[in-house]
C-alpha cells in the first residue's frame, strides 16, 4: 500500500492502515468531528424501525446476556442507535452509555424515557479521551472501534476500567460469495476488509490480556427495489478499472433471487465476541 515502508508492520499499524480509505487517507469522519455528527443525524433520519435492535445485535445479545449480573454497573462505548442500549438497560442495576455524537445521545436519552429508563449516564465524549473518575463492573463495546487511531491505548482504558468483565466484538466474514468468486476465478480486485477481530485478539495478546473468543454465525438478508440498485450495491467492493459488466452480472445472479419484484441477496457472515476478566 501506498506510503507505507517496505518492513513488517506491527498489529496497531496494521489496524491503523486498515482504518485508512483505499487512496491511503483518513476519512473524511476520522479527522472531522462534525462529519461524524452529520453521519448520525442522516442515519437516525433514514432508520427503519427506529428503537428496535438490528436482527443480528438480537443473536449477539443471547450471548452477552449469559456474561452480565443483574448487580452489574455496565458501561457500552459507542451505543448507535441502541442494538444493545435497551436490553442493557432492562438487565442491569445501572448503565452509562458514552458516543462521540450529541445527535446519538439525545436520540437514546429520548428513547429511553418512553420506556421510563431514567437512570441511565450519559457522557458525550471520544473514548480515547475520556476520563473517567470510576470503574465498571462490565464494560462493552462492538462494531465501536472503527474511529479508533489508538486502538492498544481504547483496549488498555477498557481493561483499566472494566472492574469483572470487558466485552469486545465485531461483525466479521467471509465476504459476499459473489466477491470471492470474482476474485478467485477472474482476478478481479476486491477491497475485502483490512481489519478484524483478529487484530483486535492479538492486539490484546500483544498486552498480555488473554481473551476469550465466541464465533456467532449470522445470516443477512439484503432486498433491493430494482435490478440496477442491486447490481450497484455489490459492485461497490470491486476495485478493478473497467470491469467486465456482463462478468459481474453472470456472477451475481448465482446468488440473487427474485421474489414480488424484489432482488433479494442472502449470505452467512459472523460475528466475534471477545471478552476477559481484568485482573
Known amino acids: 500500500m501506498k506510503n507505507i515502508k517496505n518492513r513488517l508492520l506491527s498489529i496497531e499499524e496494521k489496524w491503523q492502515e486498515g ?4 487512496q491511503g487517507n483518513l476519512p473524511e469522519r476520522m479527522v472531522n468531528d462534525q462529519s461524524e455528527e452529520n453521519f448520525w443525524q442522516e442515519l437516525l433520519k433514514k432508520k427503519e424501525n427506529i428503537g428496535k435492535p438490528d ?5 449477539i445479545m443471547k450471548h452477552v446476556s449469559s456474561l452480565i449480573d443483574d448487580q452489574d454497573e455496565l458501561l457500552e462505548i459507542g451505543p448507535g442507535w441502541g442494538n444493545y442500549t435497551f436490553s442493557f ?13 450529541s445527535a ?12 421510563n429508563m431514567t437512570d ?5 465524549e471520544k473514548w480515547e479521551h475520556i476520563e473517567l473518575n470510576k470503574n465498571y463492573d462490565v464494560i462493552f463495546g462492538f462494531n465501536c472501534f472503527y474511529r479508533m487511531f489508538e486502538i492498544k491505548k481504547a483496549l488498555l482504558h477498557i481493561h483499566k476500567h472494566a472492574k469483572r468483565l470487558a466485552i469486545v466484538g465485531m461483525t466479521t466474514g467471509p465476504i459476499q460469495p459473489h466477491y470471492l468468486e470474482l476474485h478467485e476465478q477472474y482476478g478481479i480486485e476486491v477491497k475485502f476488509p483490512r481489519k478484524d ?6 492486539l490484546l495478546y500483544e498486552l498480555g490480556i488473554h481473551a476469550d473468543c465466541k464465533i456467532i454465525p449470522l445470516s443477512r438478508t439484503q432486498v433491493y427495489s430494482s435490478y440496477e440498485e442491486c447490481l450497484e450495491k455489490n459492485m461497490s467492493k470491486i476495485l478493478t478499472k473497467d470491469v467486465d459488466l456482463s462478468l459481474v452480472e453472470d456472477v451475481l445472479s ?4 427474485c421474489e414480488n419484484g424484489k432482488f433479494i441477496y442472502r449470505n452467512e457472515y459472523n460475528a466475534a465476541l ?3 476478566r481484568p485482573r
Open 19 to 22: 482504518i485508512k480509505d483505499w
Open 55 to 59: 436482527s443480528y445485535a438480537i443473536e
Open 89 to 101: 438497560a432492562e438487565r442491569v442495576k445501572k448503565l452509562a452509555l458514552v458516543d462521540s455524537s
Open 104 to 115: 446519538i445521545l439525545d436520540f437514546l436519552k429520548g428513547e429511553l424515557h418512553k420506556r
Open 120 to 124: 441511565v449516564e450519559f457522557i458525550h
Open 197 to 202: 477481530y483478529i487484530d483486535l485478539l492479538n
Open 254 to 257: 448465482k446468488y440473487i433471487v
Open 274 to 276: 471477545l471478552s476477559w
